[in-house]
């Protein structure tokens, strides 16, 4: 019998004994908030996954892969489970660990997921199999000298004219691509009417503040689901400069919640402290100052 096969064949007596765990309550062996981690034999023991729960939370993945076995279920599988199956149909077992125990309550526990996470994707220069960087990754995650540098960026606020700026929420493609073009320039539904304008600019931006800005030098065409990509202009260098690492916060409000729910957005700015929002907000023709101090509003 393979490891593989005496680990699929125990689950359910360590689900038991893990709950076991959880209803006591001296503090050594208190399970009731803890962070664990899933290791890949084949490739040296190295972590892949990083979770957080109470009880029988770390088996939890391990039984879900078995299912989807035994119920010959493929595809649409997250990449945790396919890594765990990997494993097995190997004849190996997945080692699992719980690295934080007897926590206080899940606010601790996310705190210390966050970290960890953070810390191994840095070590292993790779992304690990969790779909996003621990529940409160956001508030605890890594923080680079880069990051910092947008959390204290000014208020976007051009010295010079643009028209036409695309403005688009790169935050996801980001985290996979770690390259502001590749995650800014692609893919997104613009129509014939938008992709034909000339003297185009795109900034992408990520949780408002913007990590890439380009001048567009031309879109492409639709591809099958309808979707397009933007070339940069690479003679478009210092004319940038007032869009980049710039908090557009400012601007997302302005278009009361439409940003939010997924919408890319198009803005102008005169030049002189004010914006139009020109896509993202049924008053296309109303002015209104960069500086979220001031509220007053003028026609154009």
Not at 43 to 69: C, P, T, W
Request: proline share 2%; hydrophobic share 35%.
């Amino acid at each position: 019998m393979t490891d593989a096969s005496i680990q699929r064949n125990s689950l359910a007596l360590w689900q038991g004994r893990l709950n076991e765990l959880s209803k006591k309550s001296g503090k050594p062996d208190r399970l009731i908030h803890y962070v664990y981690v899933l290791c890949d034999p084949l490739e040296g023991g190295s972590v892949f996954y990083v979770g957080k729960g109470s009880g029988d939370r770390v088996v939890q993945h391990l039984q879900i892969a078995d299912k989807n076995i035994r119920c010959n279920k493929t595809g649409d599988e997250s990449d945790k489970t396919a890594q765990i199956k990997k494993i097995w149909d190997a004849g190996l077992a997945v080692d699992w660990h719980i690295v934080c125990r007897n926590l206080e309550n899940k606010d601790e526990a996310f705190r210390i997921e966050a970290a960890l996470i953070s810390c191994l994707n840095l070590i292993h220069k790779k992304q690990l199999t969790n779909e996003k960087q621990g529940n409160l990754g956001d508030q605890y995650g890594i923080w680079s000298p880069e990051d910092i540098a947008r959390e204290c960026a000014a208020f976007v606020s051009p010295k010079r004219s643009f028209r036409n700026i695309f403005i688009f929420n790169v935050g996801e493609e980001f985290q996979k691509e770690k390259d502001a073009y590749e995650a800014t320039r692609k893919f997104w539904d613009v129509s014939d009417k938008w992709a034909s304008i000339e003297g185009c600019y795109a900034v992408g931006l990520v949780k408002g503040i913007s990590v890439g800005a380009y001048k567009i030098r031309q879109w492409s065409e639709k591809n099958k689901n309808g979707r397009r990509e933007f070339e940069k202009d690479d003679t478009a260098c210092d004319e940038l400069d007032d869009l980049h690492y710039r908090n557009w916060n400012n601007i997302i409000k302005a278009t009361k919640g439409y940003y939010g729910f997924g919408g890319w957005l198009v803005a102008s700015f005169d030049g002189r402290g004010q914006f139009q929002i020109k896509r993202g907000l049924k008053e296309k023709n109303v002015w209104q100052h960069c500086d979220p101090q001031n509220s007053t509003q003028e026609g154009a």
